[in-house]
């Protein structure tokens, strides 16, 4: 299967700070990312999908200006969560799809897990 | 109505039972269906893709019924280390929806 990776896995913040999130397809070029967040126990929300070269598509009830997304290549697309709260605080996964010969499978990067204090 | 539904569970297996897990999903368009598995705080993982011929892997089954819009995951002979929570997913145009994940506690 596809590689997909994710940096940092674990970040811990102050309250107002932004954090950026990588995710990167390592084998192959991912025409799709998407970014979701998982809360504990709960399944997973996707927040927006991001196709190279064009804006996000963001699900409806997320802030495209909170959790800006850029997608700049085939192989990376970038979350930032713009001046973070507890709130925020959360598991987010990016994953990617486009793996020629799949059947539109989703590869899954390890994770972020962000702490706003 | 949700996109995708799944009984949350837990499933409590004794090691070596065949178990069973059903998802139900809405959108009659649907054009391909997953199984994940997720572990304890952990990222999904394939698990397996669901065609409508049905398909199989070791001791994993996997039937899709379009006409009455479910799919299943059959897992025989469990072991310890199927304990884990399983996604259905459904792929509406480049759409994933999640279900809620079935957990299944395997134990000795």
């Known amino acids: 299967g596809a590689v997909v990776s994710q940096h940092p896995s674990r970040v811990i913040c102050k309250s107002g700070t932004s954090v950026k999130i990588e995710c990167r397809s390592l084998?192959?070029?991912?025409?799709?990312m998407f970014w979701y967040r998982q809360f504990p126990k709960k399944s997973l929300m996707l927040m927006a999908t991001?196709?190279?070269?064009?804006?996000?598509?963001?699900e409806q009830g997320v802030e495209k200006d909170k959790f800006l997304i850029n997608h700049a290549s085939l192989t990376l697309s970038t979350l930032t969560v713009t001046s973070a709260h507890p709130e925020d605080s959360s598991f987010y996964i990016c994953?990617?799809?486009?793996?020629?010969?799949?059947?539109?499978?989703?590869?899954f990067g390890p994770g972020t897990r962000l702490t706003v204090l | 109505r949700k996109e995708v539904e799944q009984d949350p569970g837990p499933f409590n297996v004794p090691e070596g039972a065949t178990v069973a897990f059903n998802c139900t999903y809405s959108?009659?368009?649907?054009?391909?269906f997953f199984w994940y598995r997720q572990d304890c705080r952990k990222e999904p993982k394939l698990l397996m893709s669901?065609?409508?011929s049905g398909n199989e892997d070791g001791r994993f089954t996997a039937q899709l019924n379009r006409a009455s819009q479910y799919i299943s995951l059959l897992i025989r002979d469990s072991k310890l280390s199927d304990s884990a929570t399983y996604l259905c997913?459904?792929?509406?145009?480049?759409?994933?929806?999640f279900g809620s994940g079935t957990k299944l506690n395997v134990k000795p």
């Open positions: 669901v065609y409508s």
């Open positions: 994953s990617a799809s486009g793996l020629a010969g799949t059947n539109n499978e989703q590869f």
């Open positions: 084998d192959f070029q991912a025409t799709t």
């Open positions: 997913v459904v792929n509406n145009f480049n759409k994933f929806y």
């Open positions: 959108n009659s368009a649907s054009q391909s």
């Open positions: 991001s196709n190279e070269g064009s804006k996000a598509t963001y």
